[in-house]
Structures are given as C-alpha cells and as structure tokens.
C-alpha cells in the first residue's frame, strides 16, 4: 500500500490541480479521475522506462496506456525529439480526449508538457516527476516547452497539468550527481521567500545531501508549497513569477555556453545564485554576512563553486542577453533584498555587474 504525506493545490480557478507527495504512490495511486477519455499515452525515456514505466501504467486501471520511450539526455530537449511523441500519438491515433503524462524527469516533463500543449491545439496531462528537481520545481506551474541551439528554453508555452503525483521512492534510484542539482531548486525558495525555510535548510542541508527521506519530503512539500503560491498569484510571469529564476540568467547562459547536458540545469542554477548572491552584495543590497550563509548552504549541498573553465565575461553577457525576462533591450535580474526576499530589476549598477563576472570567471 502507499503512503500519502502530504496534498497541496495549485490554485487557478478552474484549473486548479492538485500535488500529492508520499511514498509507494507510482502502481498504487489511481489517476483515473484526472483522465478525461479512455486513452493515455505515456512519454518518458530509456533511463526511466525500465525503472518504473510498468508502475506508472498501474495508476491507470481500465484505461488503455500506450508509451512513447525518448533518448535521454537535456541535449535531446529539441524539435527532433519532440516530434517522436507526435509521431506516436498520430501512428496510434490518439484524439483530442487523449490524456499525456510524463513520467521522468524535467526534460521529459518539459516536452511531455509542450506536446500535450500543442497535440491538436491542447490535450490534457499530468506530471509524474521522478527527478529531485522535478518533484520540487519543473513539474509545478505549467512552463514546458524546447531547447533552441541559441538559447535554453527559447521555444514553449504555458499548460497546466491536470494533476502532480510525486512518489519520493523514485529518489532511491537516482544518480549521484542529481541530488544536489534538485537541492539547489530548494535553497532557491529559501532564498527568494521563506527565511524560515532557510533557516531549516542549514540545519537540514548535510542529512538531505546524505539521502534522508524524510527530510527530501519535507524539502519536497515547502518547495512545492512556495511554488504553488507563487504560480497561484502571478500563472503568466507578469510579474512575481520571475522571482523562481533567482540565479537562472547566469545559469542558462553556462549551459548554453557549455552545451546542452554538459551541466545539469540544477548545478548552473548553484553557480548562478552564487554569481547573484555575490552582486547582491556587491550592490550593498545584502551584507556581506547574509552572502556568505547563502554560499555556504549551496555549497554544503555540494554545488559546483565557479563557471566552466574558460568561459569569460564577454561569454556570460552574449549568452545573458537573450534571456526572457529581458524587456525593451535591458537586462532583467533576480537580486536579493534579503536572504528571502527577491526582486526582479534592471536598475542595477552593470559596473558591478562586470566585477562579479571577472570575479567568477577569474576563479574557474
Ligand atoms: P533530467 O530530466 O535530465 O533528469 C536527470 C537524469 O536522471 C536523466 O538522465 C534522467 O533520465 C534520470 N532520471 C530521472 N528520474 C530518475 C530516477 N528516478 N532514477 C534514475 N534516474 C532518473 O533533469 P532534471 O534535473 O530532472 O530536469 C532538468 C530540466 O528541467 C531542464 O531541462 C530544465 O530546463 C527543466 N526545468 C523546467 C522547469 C519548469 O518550470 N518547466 C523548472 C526547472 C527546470
Ligand atoms: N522555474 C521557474 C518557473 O517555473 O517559473
């Protein structure tokens, strides 16, 4: 039997949908009342496939579960890929009462979610993140969509899905290396809004980077419970939204710069909320002390501390000119007023901004 910890909403009128977080949910959970047809077609890829595509057609009973397995890698998060799942749903015939769900990580969440968006102008979805960092961010909020060679996450749509089921089991499975990439999502919520989760994250950090599950739950839900609010308040990025890419403009631009898969999303987002921690300050818009409890959260969480090797200034401000939060030609940043609190402005000093590229360019 499962265990069901926690239940959270997404709150959006009509479309609200619900995020159910415990343990042995995959197989056991049925998902059949978020399904509107008789049809489901299950995208996910080669790593998850054989690890839990069998479970998750279990949460479907009575309906008929068709798959569609995509290579796995971020530099696979293109049109060529994207257009294996039409290609299936076209070849099996699936209708407008298809329901998509996704079953694996961000990337597959972000394409299963662009597809559902798009198949005959929208079909409904669900999310079943097996990834930390999709459980805590990419599966809540309804942004999906595509890499383009110029830029990270150039090509999408928004799409809420009909529901998030989250079986933290998944996490046993997991990669080494993805654990802290998903715990750099996490201290971003601590950061950007809730001081006191911060303050739970420091002494949590090191039981989380060892595996405990129960605190990952825990981690889970108040990750999920900010972004809930946040989407809840601001669905289309007019405004507050923005502040969930605290540190992504620096991000996107080292994997875009370091090309796609080289680094995984989380670890750029680690690097780049060390690069806005330290502009922050720069700025005197948090002390020196508040920058120095945030470096050393994420690099207790084992981050990656400096840009790849060789990239330079010159390389961070291309890349960070195409970012979407960008308006009339100026560049947007999430900036710290306080550890938890966010802003998003272009009023900033970019003579500081140059002293904290050099600075982290210079120790890579
Ligand atoms: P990912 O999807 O590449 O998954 C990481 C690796 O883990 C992959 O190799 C995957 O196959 C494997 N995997 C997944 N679940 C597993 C499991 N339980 N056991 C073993 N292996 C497993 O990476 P990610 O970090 O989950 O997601 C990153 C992507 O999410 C990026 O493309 C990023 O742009 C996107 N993202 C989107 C949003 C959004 O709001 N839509 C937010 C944040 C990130
Ligand atoms: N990950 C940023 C957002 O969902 O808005």
Redesign the pocket.
Known sequence: MYEQIHELEVGLGDRSYPIMIGQGLLGTKDLTPFVAGDRVMIVT????AP??LAQASGCFPGRKVDTVVLP???QY?DWKTLNLIFDALLERKHSRSTTLVAL???????MA?FAAASYQRGVPFIQI??????QV??S??G???I?HPLG??MIGAFHQPQAVLIDTD??????AR?LP??LA?VIKYGLIRDPAFLSWLESSVDALAGMDRAGLAEAIYRSCACKAEVVSLDEREGGLRAI?NLGHTFGHAIETHAGYGQW???EAVGTGMLMALDLSARLGLISETDRLRGETLILRAGLPTAPPAGMTPKNFLELMAVDKKNTGGSLRLVLLRSLGDAVVTSDFDESKLRETLFHFCRSA
């Open positions: 890829n080669e790593t998850v690890l839990y796995d890698g971020e998060k694996g990580g961000g990337v597959v969440g972000d979610g993140p097996t990834t930390l960092l999709s961010d990419s809540v909020g942004k999906t969509g890499n990270k996450n998944t996490l046993a499975t997991l990669p993805e990439a998903g999502e969930l995984l999303h989380g």
